[in-house]
């Protein structure tokens, strides 16, 4: 439709790109600002140490995550076993489970004045000089809570590629004389590496953006880095200058995941493949299989789950009224950022179909990758711009004669610091979304409507909007769950009197008063249970279409 | 009776299969096929056909029945053993190469227990036998349909295999390519005395290098 | 359906701004910056407000979060009075000139000398001594009194608990020390205890003293508050401090270290009178009574009694160290420890 949309909504798509624009721009502007100014001492002599913990963090989250989702997705998908049904989609729980609660849970439950040491004292008779436990608050350690909370990403993404991989294929191994762990690792593998490589690369962005669960193990990563040149230092270059490096790091993996996986772009076939018959595993190793993809679901969702949920009914928030209010908070801002952030998506992806102009396709890319700023960086960039906002509001009502209060900080220091900070990150995923949504709207029905005398805009109403119904709710309901877990912007972007649950539980739990955070800790959690559910049940209502043709394949002798 | 020229080749003694308890789709059946033939089973879609090749590769389990490859029982009561094990070629429908892989490496994905250079140079022999000597490095999604089955065929072949199952081979071909198929690789079969299944829903088909032939409608 | 509830979210969403946007210069407002995070402080904030009619506005953070922000929002920052905890962050804002000073004979009088800004540019609200937490089982009765200084002998190697040195109150220890015995002995002291540590630092005051309790260690310095809070708190918690009893260092010397929590008046305050008095009204008796109520500290007030856990505490003797000396000898504390690996 060149040409039809008027030059004005050109605008639309640019303002809302420079909401992921602006911040990144005014990180590089401080970073680079004082060229003249050498790199603060203090940071100078850890970068090395920040670069090798993050490096060692990355590298060890990434082998664990995929120790952990590849092969339960395997035997999910193409076994049976006890068990296996629940485990299809319980095994995406940990989602729910923001890294730093289950960092605060499994560091209380297995430090050494924690429950699991002291039973095993008791009942051992030993004393803390006759036994070595691990300790998780190192790297280690936190590469495995964070491992256990993020694997879900890998374990969806194989799951996906392992039900689309070509099943004749898999089946010709098998006549071709390879055995199953054969045909695994020669055409299992390398037809879902794409897929593979995709989840885990989101897996190391979340990695390299973690802050509360990294900071509580100890381990001094960029995030943390930047975090305490902000506040620590009080020197905003510093942090700046950390931040662009932290950035730079993150577009190397995204240009190697991209890079890895247009490569493979030709590989794709195009016939229509059935699921694979499943193996029945029966007896002993149906079970030990079951326990086996049981433990990442333990170590991410129901240890930490169950320690909160001890905690908080054993002593729980004092005052339950202000979990509520925290609840409220998060709620609020999650629901509206949530609604925001689709009339913003929708409108970017909107205004790019019908104008099917290449050069807005460039701001619907820029803006998804705002998803990748990790939140003390983004923290910055708005902080500052809206800062420079507010100076230039100021300056400007009190150039108006007349005598007034002054204006104030309207914009940095009121909720709008949060409302833009989420949107900076969060466009990042309800573009995707609602462009996938988009993509299933065939083109010629607008064709069609327009040569029948439809406006654009009535196209939009009449043609798009029933058909996105459902995946702007599911977008929504990303964005809300995402802004409720969320720490570290909010941390430092947060105005008077506004505190998340988030917030609150980080603060409490640094306060070593673990057990009053149980509540609110356990509030986040729920909430979070929401798209993990959302999502498992895609898998397997899309499991369930594809098998339309195929009975269960588990034959009696 | 096991005659001698059926202790090799293949032989099915009535086989049943059915899924779960419904009613059986393949009941008592009993085939032989003798090295160097080639037995057509005709029938219309969803009467077993493909089933009935999937048995005898061991991708699915018989109820009742036993098959023989080569004189050694490979499905029986209690007795299943995995399609890794048995030597049987199958070339499937939609000719099931790994797109990951170029022409050559499928053929040689097979082939086991020799130095990478040997493979490759089985591999290639095999593939210039079929005429695909200048395809060797190219990539599936390069290759034409009639390509495609060549590479597939050569790839089974590499096992030396003593029974090869075709499953509907000629329905994604044009008809002018067919009699070229036929003559390139069922004269090869014959010769390298490879008891042969092929399966087509059209019963009006002609194959010159029939020798036998089961309908199961 | 889903319409309207989405149309009600986005009014929501549009209303809170304004609803929530800064609270600037409102005559009748106060705004606080408070490192403290005590519901009794909100309490107390609201017994203000019946009393004087002015509206109480707090954001609470850390304090550097605090500072940070309260500098970078200039001159169009809305806080009023920032209340923190430590006297070396207290000097870190004093530091980055954002406290005003205050003239007023009631803080005068009512905060000791030694526990607020020679100048006037902070007051001490509240007063927390740093002690020696021993346990009951393995450290012998008999042993009542104990100087930081014994923390070094060979008896107590593996035995010490502490936590990291990246927190405050070691800092503000560290740099009494300074004053007190200077730069070397310090840091012979410093390099003493690393070598006596039971374990690599961890966790907070009150991991410590759990820790003790679980047989990690024998001894730990810890705020008294923290002890006393124990006491007060869950039965975990209760049974973890029984095993526990406390020490006041140093009663024959110097004096056991204290510390303060403390308010300033900001800068670019829009409402300074207000602020000025919020601030005598917590040195007010009722004001102390109240801060310390929950948090076990004790009042910086002369004559007002703390809580009956701490009183159980005993009477101990303070050191006399300025406490606005602390911030000024912090950054020789951080490189003391750093140079003995005090993590």
Not at chain 1, 212 to 218: D, E, L
Request: neutral net charge; charged residues 20%.
């Amino acid at each position: 439709m060149v040409g039809r949309l008027t030059r004005v909504w050109l605008l639309v798509p640019f303002a809302i790109a420079m909401i992921v624009v602006v911040p990144l721009g005014v990180v590089f502007t401080i970073a680079v600002g004082d060229a003249s100014e050498a790199w603060d001492h203090r940071v100078e002599t850890r970068l090395l140490d920040y670069s090798l913990s993050t490096l060692g963090l990355a590298v060890f989250v990434g082998i664990l995550a995929l120790a952990f989702g590849v092969p339960t997705a395997w035997r999910v998908q193409t076994h049976r076993f006890p068990g296996r049904s629940m485990l299809s989609w319980a095994l995406m729980l940990p989602l729910a489970v923001p890294a730093y609660v289950a960092a605060y849970a499994l560091t209380d439950l297995f430090q050494f004045s924690g429950p699991v040491q002291g039973w095993m004292r008791e009942h051992t008779g030993r004393s803390r000089s006759d036994y070595w436990f691990p300790d998780l608050r190192t790297l280690p350690g936190a590469a495995l809570i964070l491992a256990s909370t993020l694997y879900p990403y890998v374990y969806l993404s194989a799951r996906v590629a392992f039900a689309s991989l070509p099943r004749s294929a898999m089946e010709a191994s098998r006549t071709l004389g390879s055995g199953p762990i054969r045909t695994f690792f020669f055409v299992a593998l390398p037809l879902s590496r794409p897929a593979i490589v995709a989840g885990l690369a989101l897996v190391i962005m979340e990695t390299l953006a973690d802050f509360g669960a990294v900071q509580h193990c100890a381990v001094d990563t960029f995030a943390t880095g930047i975090y305490r040149a902000w506040y620590g230092m009080d020197s905003q270059a510093a942090a700046a200058r950390l931040s662009v490096l932290l950035v730079l790091g993150i577009a190397a993996i995204l240009v190697t995941e991209w890079a890895l996986r247009t490569r493979r772009a030709h590989h794709h076939n195009t016939h229509r493949s059935a699921p694979m018959t499943p193996r029945t595993l029966r007896g002993i190793g149906g079970w030990i299989t079951c326990a086996a993809c049981c433990i990442p679901l333990f170590v991410g969702f129901a240890l930490p789950g169950a320690r909160l949920l001890y905690l908080a009914i054993d002593r729980g928030d004092r005052k339950l009224a202000s979990v509520f209010d925290y609840g409220l908070n998060s709620l609020m801002l999650g629901a509206g950022s949530g609604v925001i952030a689709v009339v913003l998506a929708t409108c970017m992806v909107a205004t790019h179909r019908a104008s099917a102009g290449h050069s807005m396709g460039v701001f619907k890319a820029i803006t998804r990758y705002g998803y990748a700023l990790p939140g003390p960086v983004l923290a910055i960039g708005v902080i500052t711009a809206l800062g420079w906002g507010d100076r230039t509001l100021n300056d400007l009502w009190a150039s108006i004669p007349g005598e007034r209060a002054r204006l104030g900080l309207v914009l940095s220091g009121s909720i709008i610091a949060l409302l833009v900070g989420y949107q900076t990150r969060f466009l990042g995923i309800a573009i995707p979304l609602i462009d996938a949504a988009y993509g299933r709207i065939n083109h010629r029905l607008d064709d069609a409507a327009r040569t029948l005398g439809m406006s654009p805009a009535g196209v939009f109403a009449h043609i798009h909007l029933p058909n996105l119904r459902a995946p702007m709710f599911a977008t929504g309901l990303f964005v809300f769950v995402d802004v409720v877990k969320e720490l570290p912007a909010t941390l430092m972007l947060r105005p008077f009197n506004y505190d998340t649950l988030a917030v609150r539980v980080y603060q409490l739990a640094s306060e070593e008063r673990l057990d009053e955070a149980a509540t609110g800790a356990l509030v986040i959690v729920a909430i979070g249970m929401l798209p993990a559910l959302v999502l498992a049940r895609r898998l397997s209502s899309k499991h369930r279409t594809l098998g339309a043709g195929l009975h269960n394949e588990e034959v009696s002798a | 009776m096991i005659s001698d020229t059926c202790s090799q080749g293949l032989r099915i003694s009535r086989l049943t299969f059915g899924y779960g308890r419904s009613t059986p789709i393949i009941e008592d059946l009993n085939i032989e096929v003798a090295p160097g033939t080639l037995h057509t089973v005709v029938g219309p879609s969803g009467c077993g056909k493909t089933t009935l090749l999937r048995l005898i590769a061991g991708l699915e389990r018989a109820r009742q029945g036993k098959i023989y490859v080569n004189g050694r029982q490979v499905a029986g009561e209690q007795l299943h053993l995995q399609p890794e094990k048995r030597n049987v070629g199958f070339v499937f429908q939609d000719c099931a190469l790994f797109p990951h892989l170029t022409a050559e490496r499928n053929v040689s994905f097979g082939i086991r227990g020799r130095r990478r250079r040997e493979r490759r140079m089985i591999a290639s022999r095999l593939l210039d036998r079929f005429g695909l000597t200048d395809h060797t490095d190219a990539m599936p999604h390069t290759l034409s349909g009639g390509q495609l089955q060549r590479v597939a065929i050569a790839r089974s072949l590499a096992r030396n295999p003593t029974v090869m199952l075709f499953d509907e081979p000629f329905c994604n071909l044009e008809v002018s390519q067919r009699a070229a198929i036929r003559r390139d690789i069922f004269e090869a079969l014959k010769a390298d005395r490879i008891a042969t299944v092929l399966v087509t829903h059209d019963p009006d088909e002609v194959n010159e290098y029939e020798d036998d032939r089961t309908d199961l409608s | 359906m889903l319409e309207k509830l989405a149309v009600l979210i986005a009014l929501c969403v549009i209303w809170t701004p304004f609803g929530f946007a800064a609270a600037t210069s409102d005559p009748g407002a106060v705004n606080i910056y408070s490192a403290r995070h005590y519901d009794s402080d909100d309490e107390l904030f609201q017994r203000f407000t019946e009393e004087t009619g002015i509206q109480v506005n707090v954001i609470e953070g850390k304090s550097d979060e605090l500072l940070v922000r309260i500098r970078q929002e200039g001159e169009l920052s809305p806080a009023d009075v920032f209340i923190t905890v430590d006297a070396g962050r207290l000097y870190r804002g004093e530091e980055m000139g954002l406290f005003s000073k205050v003239e007023s004979k009631t803080l005068n009088a009512r905060v000791p000398e030694t526990l607020r800004h020679p100048d006037g540019r902070w007051f001490g609200l509240t007063k927390r001594a740093r002690v020696i937490a021993v346990s009951r089982e393995r450290v012998d009765e008999t042993i009542d009194a104990l100087d930081y200084a014994d923390l070094v002998d060979s008896e107590w190697r593996n035995r010490v608990l502490i936590r990291s040195s990246s927190n405050i109150y070691n800092q503000s220890l560290i740099a009494s020390m300074i004053e007190t015995e200077g730069e070397s002995a310090t840091e012979a002291w410093c390099r003493g205890s690393v070598e006596n540590f039971a374990r690599r630092p961890q966790g907070g005051d009150r991991d410590q003293i759990r820790a003790i309790a679980a047989g990690e260690g024998d001894v730990a310095v810890v705020n008294h508050y923290y002890f006393a809070q124990m006491l007060a708190g869950s039965e975990a918690d209760r049974e973890a401090a029984s095993k526990v009893r406390v020490i006041f260092p140093d009663q024959d010397g110097r004096g056991t270290h204290v510390n303060v929590s403390g308010a300033a008046v900001l800068k670019n305050a829009p409402n300074r009178e207000n602020a000025i008095r919020l601030i005598e009204f917590l040195v007010d008796d009722y004001a102390q009574e109240m801060l310390t109520r929950e948090t076990q500290e004790y009042p910086v007030v002369q004559g007002v009694r703390p809580t009956t856990i701490v009183e159980s505490l005993g009477e101990f003797m303070s050191d006399s160290v300025n406490a606005a000396k602390l911030g000024s000898i912090n950054a020789a504390a951080v490189l003391i420890m750093d140079r003995v690996g005090w993590r």
